[in-house]
């Protein structure tokens, strides 16, 4: 069955202090590769779709890349208003559906 | 522009009740996509509906059922419910030709 592994499942922080969250995914057929930020009691909100290796996107402190089996967001000095649960999911070829990984709990304290 | 809206925004039933869950869409949007996300867990798929069929069902039951509306909007029903269907449940909308998935903030359902 196809997975999407994130690691790691809660990260805390410094003000400032930058760092990356992984996605590992399984889909031999990826037909996008997206990121989304859950605050508590919320529906996810859109940040980026990803769609082939190598393939890099940026929105303020965020950036997403992507490899043929991992995808990274880079959070460059990053601010308290930034934590929040971030999910990435695997869309694959053959239907639309998303497969979410559990998610990490991002925690930047002031 | 309003996003995707789901009602009711938290509800209480009892164990072998049924409850029914109702999202619209985003404005120009006419696929429908219910997810059932646990505390402290990801979105899991449920179905997708286009064009007023069911057109993919993830791993659930058929107690899950649902049904898409002329007008696009959506219904998730779910009959004899267990303590363990607690969870939130979210309704994202896209656009066929678009990849990209609009979620709403969901329906809080807690079992007792």
């Known amino acids: 069955e196809d997975q999407v592994t994130q690691s790691p499942e809660a990260l805390r922080l410094q003000e400032g202090e930058s760092s990356s969250l992984n996605c590992s995914y399984t889909?031999?057929?990826?037909?996008?590769l997206f990121w989304y930020r859950q605050d508590p009691g919320k529906g996810p909100e859109f940040l980026f779709t990803?769609?082939?290796a190598g393939e890099e996107k940026e929105k303020e402190r965020l950036k997403a890349t992507l490899t043929k089996k991992e995808s990274f967001l880079h959070i460059t000095a990053p601010k308290p208003e930034d934590s929040a649960t971030y999910l990435c999911a695997q869309q694959e070829t053959s239907g639309s559906r998303l497969t979410f990984g559990e998610g990490t709990q991002l925690t930047v304290n002031p | 522009d309003a996003g995707v809206t789901q009602s009711p925004t938290h509800l209480i039933k009892t164990r072998g009740q049924q409850v029914t869950l109702r999202c619209s869409p985003k404005?120009?949007?006419?696929?429908v996509s219910w997810y059932q996300q646990a505390l402290g867990q990801g979105p899991q798929f449920i179905f997708q509906?286009?064009?007023?069929?069911?057109?993919q069902r993830g791993n659930f039951p058929d107690r899950f059922s649902g049904h898409q509306f002329p007008n696009y909007s959506s219904e998730l029903n779910v009959n004899a419910l267990l303590l363990g269907d607690s969870a939130l449940y979210l309704c994202a909308s896209s656009h066929r030709e678009i990849k990209g998935y609009t979620f709403g903030s969901g329906t809080r359902l807690t079992v007792v």
């Open positions: 889909v031999s057929g990826l037909r996008g």
């Open positions: 404005s120009g949007h006419d696929t």
């Open positions: 509906y286009y064009e007023e069929e069911e057109r």
């Open positions: 990803l769609y082939s």
